[in-house]
């Protein structure tokens, strides 16, 4: 797998873009997944993620191949993420699905703006629910629980992701776990 | 509700939800749950939001979205879009880096060589764009006559070869060797390559010859 990649991102380096897509095919199911799940937003997550895999490519001179592509990525990815999720712009997609479509984005869109009152949340479908919960986080503990739990990621590799210290990671993922419990104690 | 145990029991939770637990702590973390009934919720509490978490199902990149990224990736430069070209038509690409080469090398040289050029020999007269060799006189070796006609009124002890000319032959005319008149372009290449097979040939010669 790593020497698969490593050819292809030397054809990249050559400037051929064939080959990047082979890259975007490999990780984008990894790569949409963890910006979803942070954002809550399939529009938002799309955007985020392809910019991510466009950065990448931008700027894959700067790769180093001994190590893990895969971790490179996550970091351009959830860098890009916190970014979306601090300036909290108002960005609000007509075309997004609403309740009774497949997804269900409505919960997620208010989980962006504001709380939801307890009664609707316990109405929700447990995969809502998980997603409102999360999106609920600070950002700070959001990207370590999605990258543990979501991803199952070991936490030296979340620490190379997210370029903090191992302890750092610990400390949050304990703290974002508090966090979930006590948001989870009426369950 | 507070909790009132010791801080350090909280963490060891944690340790031991992150596979990340040391045997002694886990020993007390264990001891003291089995004692402390608070605690022992915290732990329950705490291992439901891992699972629940964990429990969203996988979901993947929606379609078209590789398109999406390419779509979006700053211009490819023409020279790697040549490459993958020739990369995938290796047959085409032989045959158009030949065709090039031919048309420069051989055609170039065609039309290079418009003068009137011809080989020097000692007693031959030349009057404008014609070589004379004069009635009486003997030429000892080839003679090739480019873009000019030739006219032998003597003798020739050796091989004409006329490019883009004419020759006029007097009676009294003797050429010991061969004549040869080249004017169309194709007759040209035969010229050359044959002259090319010659010198390949005469090269071996002189090798076997030392």
């Known amino acids: 797998m790593d020497a698969l990649i490593n050819k292809r991102i030397k054809e990249v380096l050559k400037g051929d873009q064939n080959a990047f897509a082979e890259i975007v095919e490999l990780f984008q199911d990894k790569l949409y997944r963890v910006c979803y799940r942070m954002l809550g937003n399939k529009h938002e997550a799309e955007d985020i993620a392809q910019e991510a895999f466009v950065r990448a490519f931008i700027n894959i001179h700067t790769f180093d191949t001994k190590r893990k592509f895969s971790t490179w990525l996550y970091r351009i990815g959830t860098n890009l993420c916190i970014d979306r999720i601090r300036k909290k712009k108002p960005d609000y997609f007509l075309d997004a699905e609403v309740a009774g479509a497949e997804g269900l984005n409505m919960y997620s869109q208010i989980a962006a703006t504001g709380e939801l009152p307890e009664e609707e949340v316990l109405k929700m479908e447990m995969q809502d629910r998980v997603q409102y919960e999360i999106s609920r986080l600070p950002d700070k503990y959001r990207a370590v629980i999605v990258l543990k739990y979501m991803e199952d990621l070991p936490l030296q590799e979340i620490s190379d992701i997210l370029e903090m210290p191992l302890g750092t990671v610990k400390t949050r993922i304990h703290r974002g776990r508090e966090a979930l419990r006590k948001q989870l104690s009426n369950m | ?210």
């Open chain 2, 1 to 210: 509700m507070m909790n009132m145990c010791p801080d350090h029991l909280v963490h060891y939770m944690h340790e031991y939800l992150d596979g990340d637990i040391s045997q002694e702590h886990e020993l007390e973390l264990k001891a003291h749950l089995s004692s402390c009934m608070t605690c022992q919720q915290h732990m329950q509490e705490l291992s439901k939001v891992a699972a629940f978490v964990q429990s969203v199902s996988h979901i993947t990149a929606p379609s078209g979205f590789v398109e999406g990224v390419t779509s979006r990736l700053p211009k490819e430069t023409s020279r790697v879009g040549m490459k993958r070209w020739f990369h995938n038509h290796p047959m085409l690409t032989a045959a158009a880096l030949f065709m090039i080469l031919m048309s420069a090398s051989l055609f170039s040289n065609f039309n290079d060589d418009q003068q009137f050029s011809f080989t020097k020999q000692p007693n031959i007269v030349v009057e404008g764009e014609k070589v004379i060799v004069p009635a009486g006189e003997t030429v000892n070796g080839d003679i090739t006559v480019k873009n000019g006609d030739i006219q032998i009124d003597g003798e020739v002890n050796g091989n004409v070869t006329i490019i883009n000319g004419s020759q006029y032959m007097a009676s009294t005319a003797n050429v010991t060797g061969e004549i040869e008149e080249i004017n169309e372009v194709f007759d040209w290449l035969w010229y050359k390559m044959k002259a090319g097979a010659k010198d390949v040939a005469s090269f071996f010669d002189s090798e076997d010859e030392k």
